[in-house]
């Protein structure tokens, strides 16, 4: 059985992503830095960004509390152990999620006043398996979400007491909620837009009864690296957890953040084009003198993405070489003129360590957030 698998491992097609747990730990630690006085929920939905929800909570397990986007990825994480707090950032769906809610301790963030009145005639399952409206054995800690200017979710600034009231009511809810809200453009630090919200949250806080001492949370990524009004009781980092930029023009070191995923491949052919010669689908890519081709084992297939424009760079041995030709599926194609000693079989990185994803990004008209979220099963994930 071992030699069949050490065959498989061998002849496996060469596309992997490399994740560095140590990265996590230190971009964490940058997050302390920034942010000393806040306690941290780490957001791992949407797998992780890509990297394994799983694999993001292990290798964080100094963060106060993970955040999520569903019930589904809330019992993963506790199923594989996590014992910290777990925030449900979209809250519930239907109130047959209560229950799951309950048996797995999880924070719950609300947003409408739907939300609400599922709570106010939710019924809870006893262990014995009879349904009652009675409260459930421990109280449920509750995160309002105040939409302040992103126009996404949260309930009206003006709403907010009387939701806090009714909340109150519930004797199965934690007194006092938390209260949050999301920035919309704390990645633009010339837009007024984030200074109005603070003052619009601020606002909102203040006109609430002053005898309650409700914790706040505001900061995401962006907000964590350059708004430190926002930082309050809790931030909410996602994006800089994994090592890339929230900021347009800038990349993970600018930040003194460690990338933690870097994707990688090979070369699977090398040919001997001639001036004149056309490389990929629609013959895109003209030669414009004699050139040597490099074919990598990666597609968009893989999670490269398709619309990368020619001149995007990859790292062979060390050294750029520019994509030509269309991306496909399962392969791309490199001019490897600056690169007379490449061979076959020769290491190639995508983005990561040493090739700052936000360029590849930047050169593909998206955002570092798709790229690492849009990484396909097909690849094999190595922890290091």
């Given at each position: 059985m071992r030699a069949f698998h050490e065959l498989f491992r061998v002849m496996s097609r060469p596309a992997w992503a490399e994740i560095d747990l140590n990265a996590f730990q230190h971009n964490l630690q940058v997050v302390r830095r920034a942010a000393p006085t806040s306690r941290v929920v780490a957001i791992v939905k949407a797998n992780g960004y890509g990297h394994g929800i799983i694999c993001a909570a292990k290798a964080l397990p100094d963060a106060d509390a993970f955040g999520v986007a569903s019930i589904d990825e809330a019992i993963q994480l506790r199923e594989a152990g996590v014992k910290q707090r777990i925030v449900l950032l979209e809250g519930i769906f239907d109130a047959d999620e209560m229950d799951l809610v309950v048996d797995h301790h999880l924070d719950l963030v609300l947003h409408n006043q739907t939300q609400i009145e599922l709570l106010k005639n939710c019924t809870f399952i006893s262990s014995t398996g009879v349904s009652s409206t009675i409260a459930p054995p421990t109280t449920i800690t509750v995160w309002l979400k105040i939409d302040t200017g992103m126009h996404r979710l949260g309930v009206a600034p003006e709403e907010t007491a009387s939701v806090i009231n009714q909340l109150q009511k519930l004797?199965?809810?934690?007194?006092?909620?938390?209260?949050?809200?999301?920035?919309?453009?704390?990645?633009?630090?010339?837009?007024?837009?984030?200074?109005?919200?603070?003052?619009?949250?601020?606002?909102?806080?203040?006109?609430?009864?002053?005898?309650?001492?409700?914790?706040?949370?505001?900061?995401?990524?962006?907000?964590?690296?350059?708004?430190?009004?926002?930082?309050?009781?809790?931030?909410?980092?996602?994006?800089?957890?994994?090592?890339?930029?929230?900021?347009?023009?800038?990349?993970?070191?600018?930040?003194?953040?460690?990338?933690?995923?870097?994707?990688?491949?090979?070369?699977?052919?090398?040919?001997?084009?001639?001036?004149?010669?056309?490389?990929?689908?629609?013959?895109?890519?003209?030669?414009?003198?004699?050139?040597?081709?490099?074919?990598?084992?990666?597609?968009?297939?893989?999670?490269?993405?398709?619309?990368?424009?020619?001149?995007?760079?990859?790292?062979?041995?060390?050294?750029?070489?520019?994509?030509?030709?269309?991306?496909?599926?399962?392969?791309?194609?490199?001019?490897?003129?600056?690169?007379?000693?490449?061979?076959?079989?020769?290491?190639?990185?995508?983005?990561?360590?040493?090739?700052?994803?936000?360029?590849?990004?930047?050169?593909?008209?998206?955002?570092?957030?798709?790229?690492?979220?849009?990484?396909?099963?097909?690849?094999?994930?190595?922890?290091?």
């Open positions: 004797s199965f809810i934690k007194q006092p909620v938390i209260l949050m809200t999301h920035l919309a453009s704390a990645d633009e630090l010339d837009d007024l837009a984030t200074v109005n919200q603070l003052e619009c949250f601020n606002k909102t806080v203040c006109a609430l009864d002053h005898s309650i001492n409700q914790e706040k949370s505001i900061a995401n990524s962006a907000a964590v690296l350059s708004w430190p009004e926002s930082h309050v009781n809790w931030v909410r980092p996602g994006i800089m957890l994994y090592g890339i930029s929230p900021f347009s023009g800038k990349v993970a070191g600018d930040f003194g953040l460690k990338p933690v995923m870097s994707v990688k491949s090979k070369l699977i052919e090398i040919r001997e084009l001639v001036k004149g010669d056309t490389v990929g689908y629609g013959g895109q890519w003209v030669c414009d003198q004699n050139t040597r081709v490099g074919v990598i084992a990666f597609g968009y297939g893989d999670g490269y993405p398709r619309h990368a424009v020619n001149g995007t760079p990859v790292l062979l041995n060390n050294k750029k070489a520019p994509l030509i030709g269309r991306v496909s599926m399962d392969m791309m194609t490199i001019d490897l003129s600056g690169h007379k000693h490449a061979n076959i079989g020769d290491k190639v990185e995508l983005w990561g360590k040493n090739l700052p994803i936000e360029e590849v990004a930047q050169l593909s008209s998206t955002i570092a957030y798709e790229l690492v979220c849009g990484i396909t099963q097909r690849v094999k994930f190595v922890e290091n």
